[in-house]
């Protein structure tokens, strides 16, 4: 049975210091699922970046019996 699997990144807290001339981060989030990419814009010096991004939308099908992770 096909379907559709939808992310919504909405922010980030207290994230580390990357920059350390600012102090701060230039953040970005990355969503993989199986060999569909998603990446947010880049959230220039924040440690705690509000995207509010839209659907990131995978289609998925559904598998019975065994661990499809393994």
């Given at each position: 049975?096909?379907?559709?699997?939808?992310?919504?990144?909405?922010?980030?807290?207290h994230l580390p210091v990357m920059d350390r001339a600012s102090d701060l981060?230039?953040?970005?989030v990355e969503v993989k699922f199986?060999?569909?990419t998603f990446?947010?814009?880049?959230?220039?010096?924040?440690?705690?970046?509000?995207?509010?991004?839209?659907?990131?939308?995978f289609e998925v099908s559904c598998w019975f019996g065994g661990d499809p992770f393994s």
């Open positions: 049975m096909p379907g559709k699997l939808k992310v919504k990144i909405v922010a980030g807290r981060t230039d953040a970005f199986g060999n569909t990446k947010t814009d880049v959230y220039l010096k924040s440690l705690n970046p509000q995207w509010n991004s839209e659907w990131f939308k």
